[in-house]
């Protein structure tokens, strides 16, 4: 199991930030960093050649549209082309491009939800999530059209509420697939929050997808925002048993960190003992943060 830290910040109360250093990282557009760290030589398939920059995906921004108007899928991919321009350029480094771009798919009425203007975290129904499916089909069929300028594989993602929604999401997007490409799995967040009422219906949902997606040529599978552990560990044995990949991304280990002076075991977060008062006196919020990223980077990868 791979875990892509997300950096949305090149310091972090006032230090240095770079969660990129465990070799990938999770960047999104609608925090444009500039800074990423240089790491062990990896070889990329696709431009067979090494690389010292760190395996990058990039996110779409969609989580953070909602309850805003959405952008145009046209808007979206332009914005995460100039974005990985941007990081080319800071890093000097012309080979450097992102190794996943998402798609603009649609996460609200599935498990966001806006109500008296705020954002929260809510389980919708197939009612709610139709209009998500659609607004994420449309953005499928953008990216679809313009593969030629997009360097990176292409982050098919699903929405939907139950297994045969999202499987008639994912249903109409297999006509874009092409080998390399991965399956984001959408819609998922909201596991840890909830788990007795989400286990079964994601279980359910995720075995699907990856045994039809298997038919297809796909080998790597995305959570997108998913850092529950139990969920984590189901898909581990789920991507040994059907011998695929799997990857999740996540800020827990930062949040836990600057929010709560908390730390990471095993997966889950601990409590170390600090209070507001010994925060820059006995930790730093960036140390810890990195140190729960290394923790929960060895801890997936052990999976």
Sequence with gaps: MDFYPAKNNDRLNRQPFHPELIGRVMVNPRYPVKELGRVQPWWCVRCRAFHTFPRVRCDSGAFQDVGKARLFPWQALDMQLRFEEQLRWHLG???????????????????????????????????????????????????????K??????????????????????????????????????????????????????????????????????????????????????????????RVRFSTDGSGPEQAACVGGRGYLEG??????????????????????LRNIQSYHDWARSL
Aim: charged share 25%.
């Design 93 to 147: 480094d012309h080979s450097f491009h992102f190794e996943t771009i998402f798609i603009y798919d649609d996460p609200a009425g599935v498990d966001e939800a806006v109500v008296d203007g705020v954002k929260i975290k809510v389980r919708g129904d197939e009612e709610s999530a139709a209009p998500a499916v659609v607004a994420t089909l449309e953005a499928a069929r953008y990216y679809a059209s313009q593969r």
């Design 149 to 242: 300028h997009i360097q990176a594989r292409i982050g098919w993602v699903g929405q939907g509420i139950n297994a045969a929604q999202y499987m008639d999401c994912l249903m109409a997007q297999r006509s874009f697939f092409r080998q390399g490409d991965i399956i984001g799995l959408g819609g998922f967040c909201i596991w840890g929050r909830m788990p007795s009422r989400m286990r079964e219906t994601a279980e359910r949902t995720i075995a699907r997808v990856v045994n039809w997606g298997r038919l297809r040529g796909i080998r790597e599978y995305h959570m997108l925002g998913v850092m529950y552990a139990p969920a984590v560990q189901w898909a581990a044995r789920l991507a040994r048993a059907r």
């Design 268 to 289: 889950r977060q601990v409590d170390l003992g600090w209070r507001p008062e010994h925060k820059y006196k006995e930790y730093h919020p960036c140390e810890l943060a």
